[in-house]
């Protein structure tokens, strides 16, 4: 079992910057891939951005260019910086920690991101 404590979320302008953590029970330094996916008002869940313990990172056409994927192996932690937000970022975050093996993922329980003037 690994738990997942976010956190950073919040009210921000439309322009502005945020950054979410993710911190883990577990090591993160192997053998996964820890990623941030979002869930707005009658919308499914999608994914954000991705990191894998290999140091790969992949982000969602509508993001690029605006959020950064990065983690910390020493505090078993994953972050998403969020810059030039937009009315349209506005969603619960959520943090998702996967072992690929065995394939086996756990989720934190969501921030709140709220863009809006």
């Known amino acids: 079992q690994v738990q997942l404590v976010e956190s950073g979320g919040g009210l921000v302008q439309p322009g502005g910057s945020l950054r979410l953590s993710c911190a883990a029970s577990?090591?993160?330094?192997?053998?996964?891939?820890m990623g941030w996916y979002r869930q707005a008002p009658g919308k499914q869940r999608e994914l954000v951005a991705a990191?894998?313990?290999?140091?790969?990172?992949s982000y969602a056409d509508f993001v690029k260019g605006r959020f950064t994927i990065s983690r910390d192996n020493a505090k078993n932690t994953v972050y998403l910086q969020m810059n030039s937000l937009k009315p349209e970022d506005t969603a619960v975050y959520y943090c998702?920690?996967?072992?690929?093996?065995?394939?086996?993922?756990?989720w934190g329980q969501g921030t709140q991101v709220t863009v809006s003037s």
């Open positions: 577990r090591s993160i330094s192997s053998n996964n891939v």
């Open positions: 998702q920690f996967r072992t690929v093996i065995p394939n086996r993922g756990y």
């Open positions: 990191s894998t313990s290999g140091g790969s990172t």
